[in-house]
Structure formats: structure tokens, C-alpha cells
């Protein structure tokens, strides 16, 4: 009887205790200066052409690459919020002919708003990969912000010729880090 009479008493002890707490008097308007400072990596475009597509019927010509809609930036969401992006570009080349790459940020009416370019040196048996970084900020980022296409212009430079047998490759890898401000 003791003990179940001890019992009762801790358990209502237990239950007078967390019936009584501590509160202060809430501030609903600290949501009003919220501000949210979210940082977006994804792909952005890749592609590998192998040194063979470099060459039709025995002739050598340039390629065009053209990818898909780019209108992420043309979202209400990130016009609004975006501060800054980065653009990033890794290209291996292992074939040996030197290359230039232009990449060409277009508007909707496919006119050019912004080139990026590269020099890619013929490969030598050694590893050639070129990294880049293009930022955007500013007076740029609206331009970005104006794209909605990007092509990719690949034009050889003088060298050894290349045949439908020639070996290698040409491999472009790209990615944007979009910060954004959010209030």
C-alpha cells in the first residue's frame, strides 16, 4: 500500500510539473525579415564527339552543337531572385588537332547575346582537359537571364588530317551554380 500510495504521488508530481511552463510572448515579425540565400548546382550541357564525325565522305568540317532550350533563367522565380550565376566548362580533347570553341548564348529570336570562347591545343599523348569559369553578375546576368538557347561552334585548326579511322575524342562538360536571394 506504501509503495502504490508513492507512486501516485511522483505521478502526480510528474504531471504537475510539465502542466506549468516557461513562455514568452511570440514575435511573428521576424518572418518579415527572413532572408533565404540558396545556392543551385545542376548540368548544364554535355556532349562527346568522337574524332571520326569530324569527317564526311573523306572531307574534314566543323560541327555546330545546339542544345535544348535553355529558359531556366527566363523563370519569373529566378529573374526575380537570381544574383549571380556561374557558368563552368570542362573540356577533354584527345585528338591531335587543335580546336577553337565558341559557345554563343542566344535570345528567343536565336540572336547572339553573349561568346564564350575557348583554344583547345591538339592533343599530345599528355592529358588536355581546360577548365573555365564564366561569372555572371550585374549587367551580364541580364543577359543571361535573355538566354534561352546555347550553341556550340566547333571549328578545327590546321594539323594533321583526320580520316573516318582517326581516333579520340572531344568531350565538353558544363554545370551552373545559381545564387539566388530570397526576402
Known amino acids: ?21 516557461c513562455s514568452s510572448d511570440l514575435d511573428f515579425n521576424q518572418a518579415n525579415d527572413l532572408k533565404l540565400e540558396p545556392i543551385f548546382v545542376a548540368n548544364l550541357a554535355y556532349f562527346e564527339i568522337p574524332a571520326h564525325e569530324f ?20 523563370d519569373a522565380f529566378f529573374k526575380k531572385h537570381l544574383t549571380r550565376a556561374d557558368l563552368s566548362f570542362e573540356i577533354d580533347n584527345t585528338i591531335n588537332r587543335g580546336h577553337t570553341l565558341d559557345i554563343i548564348l542566344q535570345d528567343r529570336n536565336n540572336q547572339p547575346l553573349y561568346t ?24 551580364n546576368l541580364d543577359l543571361l537571364k535573355s538566354t534561352t538557347k546555347m550553341t556550340f561552334v566547333l571549328k578545327m585548326l590546321a ?7 582517326s581516333i579520340g575524342s572531344f568531350k565538353l562538360r558544363s554545370g551552373v551554380t545559381a545564387y539566388l536571394i530570397v526576402q
Open 116 to 139: 564564350i570562347s575557348f583554344n583547345i591545343p591538339a592533343y599530345t599523348g599528355v592529358a588536355n582537359s581546360i577548365t573555365k569559369t564564366e561569372i555572371f553578375e550585374n549587367g
Open 1 to 21: 500500500m506504501k509503495r502504490l500510495s508513492f507512486n501516485r504521488i511522483l505521478l502526480l508530481f510528474i504531471i504537475s510539473l510539465f502542466s506549468f511552463s
Open 55 to 74: 569527317v564526311t565522305n573523306g572531307i574534314e568540317h566543323n560541327l555546330t552543337v545546339g542544345s535544348p532550350t535553355v529558359d531556366v533563367f527566363n
Open 159 to 165: 594539323g594533321p588530317p583526320l580520316s573516318e579511322n
